[in-house]
Structure formats: C-alpha cells, structure tokens
T-cell receptor, first 112, second 113 residues
Framework: ETGVTQTPRHLVMGMTNKKSLKCEQH?????MYWYKQSAKKPLELMFV???????ENNSVPSRFSPECPNSSHLFLHLHTLQPEDSALYLC???????????FGPGTRLTVT | KNEVEQSPQNLTAQEGEFITINCSYS?????LHWLQQHPGGGIVSLFM???GKKKHGRLIATINIQEKHSSLHITASHPRDSAVYIC???????????????FGKGTHLIIQP
C-alpha cells in the first residue's frame, strides 16, 4: 500500500463521454501531481497543486480539467477526449517542494 | 532533445551480474530521482539525491553534479529486479511551490535466471 490510491484503475470511454479520475493520498502531503504516460514516450507532467493551489499547468489541452478540493484529494475531469489521449494517468504526492514523490497505481484510460 | 537521457534503453543480463544504468541531464536541478516501474504501471521511488552516493540494500545511486550525470547500480542482480528504471529530475528554476518531475524514457531491465 503506497498511501496514494486512484480510481478507477481502468476506464474505457467514448469521445463524447465525460468522466473523472480520482486520486486520494493518506500521507499528509501538501503537493499533488498528475502525470501522463503514453506508449513509447517518457512520463509527462500535466498539473501540480501545492496547498490546493495550481502551481503548474504543463500546456495541457482544456479537455483535461483538474480539481483539488483539499490537500488529500485530486481529480482529473475528462471531456471530449481523443483516441491519442489513451494512456496511463498517474497521480503522485509529496510533502514539500522537490521532495520524494509517492505514486498511485495509475488509471489505464482507453478512448474509443 | 530530451532534457533527461538514459542509457541503455534495454538491458538483459544473467542473474548475479552487476548492473549499471546511466542518466545524463541538461538542466539545473535541485534533486535527481530514480524510480522503478513494474508491469501493471505502479511506480516506486528508489532514491532521491542531490549529491554524492546513496545505498539501499543491493541498490546504489551516485550523482556527479558538475558532470550532470547519475548512475544506478544493482549488485547481485535477481530476476525480481526485472522492471523499468526511470531517471527523473526536479528542475531548480521553478518559481516556487511544488515541482513536477522531468523524466527520462526509462531503461527496461530483464534479469534471466
């Protein structure tokens, strides 16, 4: 148990659907992150939240919308996605700036 | 060109061999991370270091800040070490708050019995 959980673990959605990914950390950390891992590409940073405030948006298309209601929960709202958005979406948390990051198990997303 | 380069991309070795994975980076950093990813996707942090050398069990990580280079070594390798090993950096030019990581492409390691 890493202390960072993600739901769902697998998601298949059509291009017109709206869905949300959820991340929860039980480690008392202040920073949370969304990363995307596509086939044959390095992991990519999407969003960073520090003390519930978004501090980085790595030029992510607006069809991805993050939400951080408190330091323990992070959501990624998805709408009108494209097939190329199919990937593994990983959540992570850390206690401080540039600190060790703890990763969730990821959500495997397939867009049909 | 990726800011973080790893080599080799793929490595197959026999059980018991000494393994070295290299990482070079081109940006200023506050820390370098070595991560392990098993099939199924879960990622575990192995080391975070900003200078010198760290050891945990059979794993050793070193970093040379002047040369912008780090190595991950595995002694007495075992089939359970088979995984993807990922080098990542925390850039040092962030304006404040939490830093996201910049990743290498990973090294796919297979240890054969």
């Amino acid at each position: 148990e890493t202390g960072v959980t993600q739901t769902p673990r697998h998601l298949v959605m059509g291009m017109t659907n709206k869905k949300s990914l959820k991340c929860e950390q039980h480690l008392g950390h202040n920073a949370m992150y969304w990363y995307k891992q596509s086939a044959k590409k390095p992991l990519e940073l999407m969003f960073v939240y520090n003390f519930k405030e978004q501090t980085e948006n790595n030029s992510v298309p607006s069809r991805f919308s993050p939400e951080c209601p408190n330091s323990s929960h992070l959501f990624l709202h998805l709408h009108t996605l494209q097939p190329e958005d199919s990937a593994l979406y990983l959540c992570a948390s850390s206690s401080r700036r540039a600190g060790e990051q703890y990763f969730g198990p990821g959500t495997r997303l397939t867009v049909t | 060109k990726n800011e973080v380069e790893q080599s080799p991309q793929n490595l197959t070795a026999q059980e018991g061999e000494f393994i070295t994975i290299n990482c070079s980076y081109s940006v200023g950093i506050s820390a370098l991370h070595w991560l392990q990813q098993h099939p199924g996707g879960g990622i575990v942090s192995l080391f975070m270091l900003s200078s010198g050398k760290k050891k945990h069990g059979r794993l050793i990580a070193t970093i040379n800040i002047q040369e912008k280079h780090s190595s991950l070594h595995i002694t007495a390798s075992h089939p359970r070490d088979s995984a993807v090993y990922i080098c990542a950096v925390s850039p040092s030019d962030s304006g404040g708050g939490a830093d996201g990581l910049t990743f290498g492409k990973g090294t796919h390691l297979i240890i054969q019995p």
